[in-house]
């Protein structure tokens, strides 16, 4: 579950968000909607850590602040998936090991391979991506 407590944000004098106090449903999907620089994308920045704030973020108990700084980025690493709006690949890159990139960083051991494979091959399957291998060679 995800709660806010009179969440604010403020950029160049300018207050983004506004004591915003609410509780996330813990299942089902959530939209934000709103104009164009309303502060959707500053909510979901302070949420996943990406930006500081005053107030409070609490998901499934854990008040974010609590987060030692060194173990912030860890922390959204295993919590948090981002797609961004113009994407942030590797362009040099299949789509493939776009997907598995974050699993492989939560473990750098080489027999945890196969099981972030399968992983990221569940996760595409799901988007009904279709498997087809490029030869460069030729």
Known sequence: MIELKRLSKNYNNSKILNEISYIFPNTGLVAIVGESGCGKTTLLNCISLLTDYDGEIIIDGTNLKSIPKNEV?????????????????????????????PLNCLSNFTNKFKENYNVARAFLDKVNYTYFKIDKTQ
């Open 73 to 101: 980025d860890f922390y959204r690493l295993k919590h948090f998936g981002f797609v961004f709006q113009d994407f942030k690949l590797f362009e040099d890159q299949t789509v493939f090991n776009n997907v598995c990139f």
